[in-house]
């Protein structure tokens, strides 16, 4: 069998064609350019959309109402996402990087001791709302030993195994399942797998990851934050964005002495305004390919029309999913999408964006909780059916087939008001004077965790696939072995991790934080 790439390419000669303009492509535009000095004119970023972000795009005004998309969660900055941000020069045109104002901003907002939030859940009780820590998350003897398990069986014995195969209906009524799912937006028929990635790398953290000093936070929203200085970067550098550009297919070699297994690109099919060209791609030229998109067949709701449910296969099939087909048909080394984007029950989510025209809400909030309005994380309601969670700016539910508490609906056939006034029942709060003065903007989303469905390794391509010379793959559907997926640092170790190998430089990414084992377990024993 042939090696996988392993030689250094000229970077004056290398043509490099990164398919999609989300986070993983950005990254590997940067990195192509600060690592491996490849000139900007030489990048060609193809996108069958019309702006960069991906699904981290933001959007609306005062008047209509705001929508931030979720893009990838939870956001914790690790390894990866601040090495990025490093090489990226800060928009204010000083000699700080990006990644420089962004920390002195959270230095500038840092609470004061004493103001950290510490209600982490609200569950009503007799009509009345009860503030809980989650310090005390107990879970029992049985799901301790089960939780031990999971942490120690090797990954090809998980398999397609689903969290809901090691645990009883009790477990998923505690409120460390409350907070490990809402903040990692697992579900009980979600992957064994990823489940234990989750554990081992956080854990031990568990109690902290709703204080925001120890997460980082932006200024204003991912979009404008990241995307945007990023992108303003790269075009600075020369790099070439091709917009309304969809890669339908991409043509390589085959190996003769390997059954055909295809291993170089040598064409890219392309449509814009409805026309078929080809790119051609010289054996030392290196693409980059986005694979998949949780946020595929997103749909739009208004404060008084519910978002309606995709019904154009194209969304789930041909869009942005399509050139992952098309791969996998060639060779299974290119990973299997049918696994990820056929299980919509099991995979959607409903968020919704909410606009206050006055601090009322806000007043209440802080008065309920007694924590500053920006001071947590998330603050979930485990009494929900939908299992609602709100934070600044971006407000998620991870049940939303059930049907509401106070509105008799699945959230996923509500509107926005009425999503708004479910939440305010949660609260206790006044839907008479609240809701007149808000405008909720809810977005359905299909495939939202569509990387966390259960799978098998082969189902996942590597970044590299083997027996290939000029071509990676990237994104949340790749697979990154012991790192945990949903969220923006395994875009970025990806993007990486796909330079490095095709540049032929002589280094790889940090390794993937993984907590001790007795470090667990002294924790669970607390429990």
């Known amino acids: 069998m042939h090696d996988t790439v392993s030689?250094?390419?000229?970077?004056?000669?290398?043509?490099?064609?990164?398919?999609?303009?989300?986070?993983?492509?950005?990254?590997?535009?940067?990195?192509?350019?600060?690592?491996?000095?490849?000139?900007?004119?030489?990048?060609?970023?193809?996108?069958?959309?019309?702006?960069?972000?991906?699904?981290?795009?933001?959007?609306?005004?005062?008047?209509?109402?705001?929508?931030?998309?979720?893009?990838?969660?939870?956001?914790?900055?690790?390894?990866?996402?601040?090495n990025l941000l490093s090489l990226v020069p800060s928009a204010s045109g000083s000699d700080k990087s990006l990644l420089d104002t962004i920390r002195d901003f959270q230095l500038s907002e840092t609470p004061p001791p004493g103001s950290i939030a510490k209600t982490r859940f609200l569950r009503n009780k007799g009509g009345k709302c009860e503030r809980s820590e989650a310090n005390h998350l107990s879970i029992g003897p049985y799901n301790r030993l089960q939780l031990m398990k999971v942490l120690l069986e090797g990954e090809s014995l998980l398999g397609r195994y689903r969290i809901q195969d090691f645990?009883?209906?009790?477990?998923?009524?505690?409120?460390?399942?409350?907070?490990?799912?809402?903040?990692?937006?697992?579900?009980?028929?979600?992957?064994?797998?990823?489940?234990?990635?989750?554990?081992?790398?956080?854990?031990?953290?568990?109690?902290?990851?709703?204080?925001?000093?120890?997460l980082d936070r932006t200024r204003y929203s991912l979009y404008e934050s990241i995307i945007l200085p990023i992108s303003t970067y790269l075009r600075s550098e020369g790099v070439n964005f091709h917009f309304n550009a969809k890669v339908v297919d991409m043509r390589m070699t085959l190996d003769d002495n390997l059954k055909g297994d295809p291993t170089t690109v040598t064409e890219i099919v392309l449509r814009e305004h409805e026309e078929e060209r080809i790119v051609n791609v010289d054996p030392n030229d290196l693409?980059?390919?986005?694979?998949?998109?949780?946020?595929s067949g997103y749909q739009l709701g208004t404060n008084s029309d519910p978002p309606p449910y995709p019904s154009d296969p194209d969304d789930f099939t041909y869009g942005d999913w399509s050139l992952w087909f098309h791969l996998a048909q060639k060779a299974t080394k290119f990973g299997v999408p049918l696994n990820f984007n056929s299980h919509t029950p099991e995979s959607t989510l409903v968020t919704f964006t909410v606009t206050l025209h006055d601090s009322e809400f806000m007043l209440l909030y802080q008065v309920l909780t007694n924590d500053m309005p920006g001071s947590s994380a998330l603050l979930s309601f485990p009494d929900s059916n939908w299992l609602l969670s709100i934070c600044v700016p971006h407000q998620p539910g991870l049940r939303p087939e059930k049907m509401g508490n106070v509105v008799d609906k699945p959230m996923t056939k509500c509107a926005g008001e009425e999503i708004m006034t479910e939440l305010l029942s949660h609260l206790n709060f006044p839907v008479e004077s609240l809701l007149p003065n808000s405008i909720t903007i809810p977005c359905l989303l299909p495939l939202a965790t569509s990387a966390l469905l259960p799978r098998v390794h082969k189902n996942r391509p590597e970044v590299i696939p083997p027996n290939t010379t000029n071509i990676a793959l990237v994104?949340?559907?790749t697979e990154i072995p012991r790192d945990t997926t949903y969220n923006m640092e395994y875009s970025v170790r990806g993007a990486q991790t796909a330079v490095y190998a095709l540049m032929g430089l002589p280094k790889s990414p940090p390794r993937t934080k993984r907590s001790l084992l007795l470090d667990v377990f002294d924790l669970l024993a607390e429990g």
């Open 287 to 295: 693409t980059i390919v986005t694979i998949g998109s949780p946020n």
């Open 167 to 214: 645990f009883g209906d009790e477990f998923f009524g505690t409120d460390f399942w409350a907070l490990w799912s809402t903040t990692f937006a697992l579900r009980p028929w979600h992957s064994a797998i990823e489940f234990q990635r989750c554990l081992r790398k956080h854990l031990p953290d568990i109690h902290s990851l709703n204080n925001v000093s120890t």
């Open 475 to 477: 994104g949340q559907f």
């Open 7 to 82: 030689s250094v390419r000229d970077p004056e000669s290398t043509q490099a064609w990164l398919v999609g303009s989300g986070i993983a492509s950005l990254a590997a535009a940067v990195h192509l350019i600060r690592d491996a000095r490849l000139p900007g004119r030489n990048i060609h970023i193809l996108d069958r959309h019309a702006e960069t972000g991906g699904g981290i795009t933001s959007a609306g005004n005062a008047e209509n109402g705001y929508i931030l998309y979720p893009g990838s969660l939870p956001y914790f900055h690790d390894e990866c996402v601040d």
